[in-house]
């Protein structure tokens, strides 16, 4: 019998011990922990922060399904990782041993690194954590009583862009339809070099159709733009030109903000030598295993990856949906293969596959593989998307409940955009304007 412990229940951890029970052997034992005692639905968070949906509507109680399909489950969360003695110490001073150990704890939010950045303290909302969704609701609401200007978008060494442009456009909507967006100007303020850049180089033509939905939005946008500190009601950014010199300074009034942190390693792994690189980012092999700790696996947005290119402002590369799934996929073989003495063999496909919703429509962009030149490079927009993501997300919450293991993107969303075969050559078969 073998111990498989996964750390972390989100979007990774929790289909990770599915998988798992499926790949793993009867007589082994999986437990997860987590810091929460639910799953939450982290993509919904947007609609969360202006009142489309409530934290009751994507949360998940966990150690009900997950004992369903014979999975443990300690809510206690993990003080510290120590994997030269393969265990973990958690928060209330016990010690759990492992045999093998994927971690899937996604990212510490870095809110510190910005004087007055973030719910905790500073002055300016967040939608990563359902929490903080939903007090950014409570502010919405007071906000859109007594209606002003909005900045909105991510910080230097941030990496996940996506959802800086569909909470801009959400709000958008959602203004639109109190009939308040006449009063309200909106700033996009980003790290990105240019509009659509996304963390990826762009996709396709996104820096063309995402500068045009911003417009026909009336948002405005600094790019290369670096927060230097927030104070209540005042964002103070310097914006550098493309060779990294500085451009301008901007004070951006604003009586509502959401800006995305840059994220890092969280404490229990930080530092720890061979495990993580120095943000903390768990670094691993093309079978998703660390190299000085070979029973120690990650998946998702803890995993380490490199930016794809210099930037004048520094971007770090987001972790999609696809790309976490087939993460967690190539994990729960390697390590059920290792169970029955075999070698690890499976490798990630690391692309990046993103359905952005913007309220009343929608982007959706595939990126195979995630660097450029890709062998495809599709960006496309329409009420599709935000139709799509809908579904997704019942889809996915469903997935939850029900301990089903398939892969999501692998087994729908690849066969609706017509991708048939990901290993070796991609048969891109996307229609121009969406499905
Ligand atoms: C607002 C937002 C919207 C997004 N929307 C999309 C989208 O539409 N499509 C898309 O493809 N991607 C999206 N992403 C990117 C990505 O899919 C998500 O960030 C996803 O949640 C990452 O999954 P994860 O499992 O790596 O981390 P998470 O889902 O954050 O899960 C981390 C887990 O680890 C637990 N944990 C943390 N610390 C500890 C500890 N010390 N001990 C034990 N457990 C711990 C947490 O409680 C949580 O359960 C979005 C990201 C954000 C922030």
Redesign the pocket.
Known sequence: MAHIVI???????VPMAYEMREEARKEDKITV????PR?HF??S??WVAVNWRKRDDIEIELKPVLAKKNIDFIDT??KRVHPEKSQLELNDGSTLDYDYLVI????HLDFDAIEGLGPHGGHTQS??HVEHAANASKNWEAFCADPGPVVVGAVQGAS?Y??AYEFAAIMDTDLRRRKIRDQVPITYVTAEPYIGHLGLGGVGDSKGMMESIMRNRHINWITNAKVDKVEAGLMHVTEFNDDGTEKKKHELPFKFSMM?PAFRG?D?VMGIEGLTNPRGFITVDKHQRNAKFPNVFA????VAIPPVGPTPVPVGV?????M?ESMVTATAHNIGNLLRDKQADQQATWNAI???DFGDSGAAFVALPQIPPRNVNWFSEGRWVHLA?IAFEKYFLRKIKKGTSEPVYEKYVLKALGITKLKGQVTPKVPADGI
Request: aromatic fraction near 4%; charged fraction near 5%; glycine fraction near 20%.
């Open positions: 750390m972390g229940a989100g979007i990774g951890g922990v987590s810091n929460n799953f982290v993509p968070n947007p969360g993990v899937a704890t996604g990212p939608i990563c996940c996506g959802p995305l969280i229990a998946v998702g947005v803890c987001p972790k999609t949906g696809y976490i993103c359905l952005a993501k």
